[in-house]
């Protein structure tokens, strides 16, 4: 069986499926810029759909870096690099994610937000019995990596939770730009 292609729309259409796509969540201009690009006639009926939408107030960068960085802070709990890197996904400029991510996460302090990601990651295995072996250790290593957490920070708040601590100083990184 073979695919339909989307039908290329004009202007008008191009207005109505945007608002339609808007409907459903969120998208910053980058998204809605691609996927618009993909529909239309005419490549210049883009800009002029994305420019309307600014005007409209439907479309605004600033205030979806804002949402997203505080939605992925408080629903997930993630670090400042990964809710960065999940803005470059959403094709938020670099400056911008930067800038939001840092205003978003200006109070907050790191080690209690990496201790509460453990203490819910782990929930149903009791203090005494996390991270006893090497492996365990590790493991919960690269997950608080891949949630966003700055590799000293992790090392030190994971020392505070491990059988033996000592097993960490095999992850022991140097400290990376920017880490304080």
Same mark, same amino acid.
């Given at each position: ?14 207005? +109505?499926?945007?608002?339609r796509v808007l ?51 408080? +629903? ?30 200006? !109070?907050? +302090? ?13 929930? *149903? ?36 939770? *491990?059988? +033996?601590?000592?097993?960490?100083d095999f992850l ?7 880490? !304080?």
């Amino acid at each position: 069986m073979q695919q339909r292609k989307p039908r290329h729309l004009d202007r008008e259409e191009l207005w +109505n499926y945007a608002l339609r796509v808007l409907g459903g969540r969120a998208h910053s201009t980058g998204e809605m810029r691609e996927k618009l690009k993909r529909r239309t006639e005419q490549p210049e009926d883009v800009e002029d759909v994305l420019t309307r939408l600014k005007e409209s107030k439907y479309l605004d960068d600033q205030r979806f870096a804002e949402d997203f960085a505080t939605a992925r802070l408080s +629903n997930e709990g993630f670090g400042k690099t990964r809710v960065l890197q999940d803005l470059r996904q959403h094709r938020v400029a670099p400056a911008l994610a930067e800038k939001t991510v840092t205003g978003v996460y200006q !109070e907050v +302090n790191e080690s209690a937000l990496i201790e509460e990601w453990v203490r819910r990651k782990y929930r *149903a295995v009791p203090k005494e019995g996390l991270f006893q072996k090497e492996k365990d250790l590790a493991c919960a290593y690269r997950r608080l990596v891949r949630a966003g957490f700055r590799t000293g920070e992790i090392v030190r708040v994971l020392k505070r939770f *491990a059988k +033996n601590p000592e097993l960490l100083d095999f992850l022991e990184p140097l400290e990376e730009a920017g880490d !304080e």
